[in-house]
């Protein structure tokens, strides 16, 4: 059953150079308890679509088409203040710098009390009770609800965001990049830590990260962005046997491997200019693959096998293309 | 409140700031039981054993700090006049820090237009000259101890608005505001339980000094003749002493109310200032 659904967004930004086309045409489908990973290099919209579904975008951003439909009702045309109430209580979020998302003046426990009074209005022994259980729920003891945040490392104060995130049992959950700042240790203990809650309380959760480790580690499906374009989409298995979009190719190549004996292929370039993006495919400048035609012709979504399409005019032949890109003189040589 | 009591164990803490306190704690005690302690009626005219009136009297035993040219007892008054100097000023670093800490938040916070528009009525408040524009409030709305809060607290605001201004607009781009945003919080819940707490020291910090600024010119409209007739202040003390040209004869006179506007002010002061140190380490050996 779709819990969220993001149908055909547009999403443009005012810029000095003119309006910068952040998002595309963005088709998402998540159905309950699914966990879906968002990845891509910085700047091609994971952060600015996860933003567009909170309703926190920045002021000179605009939402110019398309629909972000949670549990059946529009947010887009629902206005403001519906969008306020879905926030937190249907969508909530972990936000992306750990270390300083919360107010270093206040107590933490009264912080996570705040996210809930914000929406319920419980009595006071009920919101302590649930603050004190959210504690124990992400592994902080509940005694240290009345520490301040910089009593807390920063793997503590991850988690402790996370237990903001479900204080009011949310069906959905996003999370941008909420490792970034920490080393790689917490990271696994906290992803450890969101898989057992998934477990447990059964919500769905968007993942953006540009760490496809992690997106295999903890997700079911994988949608690959590129330039405010979703290139690639599948289940994590798909997608890990048969990458189908040369940017996931690249992406795959840039993983560093255990037991590898080359090191990660960089791919040459930088994310297109969205003030005014290349007339063809938006990849097409960086790919080694590209054909002529490819510059001049936006390709669609192709279908590789059920559930599983890619944004690529070559499709039909990634399975010989896939050999070649592997191979780091690909990616530095003179593009064909 | 309870940031009322971190203020004072954190100025508690250093040894001005200890010493000050103690300091500001006797003046307190003095505004509060000052009266009830005077030993004679600061306005009755004192007679000698001879029934003559005690006109200009050095310091003795019956009147500690000596008479006035009127023969009225200057120990009496100064204790009277505690009251009044620190009620005034603390009313006025209040509404201060009232006015002040309001408009700072909504300008910084919202930004764009109000921003403008409040910082344009700052700008206009901040070209009024200090002393003038008091004097010609009160000239023009009466002598009393409500206009004197009045017309001090106009005048003052709008620094304070300037700092906490500024303080806001590098706080509202924190991602904890950010982050309170996405948890659904109204702009009102953001602004008064997110930002305003990390504004706060700033702001008593200010009320220090406004308090200290305060005192000094409740005395100095007092000394240039404008202040509440009615009431016996320190400033108005220097006024009588000023005005009957005997400042040189007797000292007794004039150097109490100068003292204790001194040592008041400073007390405020260095409270002010140690509670900045707690803030902002770097500020010590300065």
């Known amino acids: 059953m779709t819990i969220l659904h993001i149908d055909g967004l547009d999403l443009r930004y005012a810029t000095d150079a003119g309006p910068a086309a952040a998002l595309t045409d963005i088709r998402l489908r998540v159905a309950g308890g699914e966990a879906i990973g968002i990845v891509g290099e910085s700047g091609c919209g994971k952060s600015t679509l996860l933003k567009a579904i909170m309703g926190v975008m920045p002021r000179n951003a605009t939402i110019t088409g398309g629909a972000i439909r949670f549990d059946g009702t529009d947010l887009v045309t629902a206005g403001a203040e519906a969008w306020r109430r879905a926030r937190w209580k249907g969508i909530a979020m972990i936000a992306q710098s750990a270390l300083n998302a919360l107010n270093p003046v206040k107590r933490v426990g009264a912080q996570i009390a705040e996210a809930i009074t914000a929406h319920e209005t419980w009595p006071r022994a009920e919101v302590e009770a649930r603050v004190a259980e959210l504690l124990a729920l992400v592994g902080v003891d509940p005694g240290r609800a009345r520490d301040y945040p910089h009593q807390f490392s920063g793997g503590m104060r991850q988690r402790v965001l996370i237990a903001m995130a479900l204080a009011l049992r949310p069906p959905v959950l996003l999370a941008d990049e909420p490792t970034t700042a920490l080393d790689v240790i917490v990271q696994d203990q906290i992803f450890r830590r969101i898989r057992t809650l998934r477990g447990e309380l059964g919500f769905a959760m968007l993942l953006v990260t540009h760490d496809l480790a992690l997106v295999v580690e903890n997700c079911d499906r994988v949608v690959v962005m590129y330039g405010g374009l979703v290139v690639e989409e599948g289940t994590v298995a798909d997608i890990m046997a048969a990458p189908s979009h040369p940017y996931t190719l690249g992406l795959y190549n840039a993983l560093a491997r255990p037991g590898q004996r080359h090191q990660p292929i960089s791919i040459p370039g930088r994310p297109p200019d969205l003030v005014d993006p290349p007339a063809g495919c938006r990849f097409a400048p960086r790919c080694p693959f590209a054909l002529p035609r490819c510059h001049t012709e936006a390709p669609a979504m192709q279908v590789v096998s059920d559930g599983h399409a890619a944004r690529c005019l070559r499709v039909a032949e990634m399975d010989t293309l896939r050999p070649t890109a592997a191979l780091p003189e690909t990616w530095e040589g003179p593009q064909p | ?286």
Not at chain 2, 36 to 46: E, F, G, K, S, T
Not at chain 2, 66 to 73: A, H, N, Q, S, V
Not at chain 2, 151 to 169: D, E, H, K, N
Not at chain 2, 222 to 243: C, E
């Open chain 2, 1 to 286: 409140m309870q940031i009322i009591f971190t203020f004072l164990k954190a100025v508690w803490k250093t040894p001005t700031g200890r010493f000050s306190l103690i300091v500001l704690g006797i003046f307190v005690a003095l505004a509060i039981f000052g009266p009830l302690i005077a030993p004679h009626d600061p306005m009755v005219r004192n007679y000698g054993p001879d029934r003559k009136l005690l006109r200009l009297a050095g310091p003795s035993w019956d009147h500690w700090l000596g008479t006035t040219l009127m023969g009225r007892d200057i120990a009496s008054q100064m204790l009277h006049g505690a009251r009044p100097a620190l009620i005034v000023g603390g009313l006025t670093a209040l509404g201060t820090v009232a006015i002040g800490l309001n408009i700072g938040l909504i300008a910084g916070y919202f930004g764009g237009r109000i921003d403008s528009i409040l910082m344009r009525i700052t700008d206009v408040f901040l070209g009024l000259p200090f002393l003038p524009f008091i004097i010609v409030v009160l000239s023009l709305s009466g002598r009393s101890l409500t206009t004197i809060v009045i017309a001090m607290t106009l005048v003052m605001w709008r620094s304070t608005a300037r700092v906490i201004r500024a303080q806001v607009l590098s706080l509202r781009e924190m991602p904890f505001v950010a982050a309170a945003r996405i948890t659904g919080a109204s702009d009102l819940a953001i602004l008064y339980r997110e930002v305003a707490p990390n504004v706060l020291p700033l702001a008593l910090v200010n009320t220090a000094f406004a308090l200290a600024w305060a005192i000094i010119t409740e005395a100095s409209i007092g000394f240039l003749g404008f202040g509440d007739p009615q009431s016996i202040t320190w400033g108005s003390i220097l006024y009588d002493a000023y005005a009957s040209q005997t400042m040189y004869r007797a000292p007794w006179w004039v150097v109490p109310p100068g003292i204790a506007i001194m040592v008041l002010v400073s007390a405020v002061y260095f409270a002010g200032r140690a509670y900045e140190e707690v803030l902002n380490p770097r500020l010590k050996g300065i």
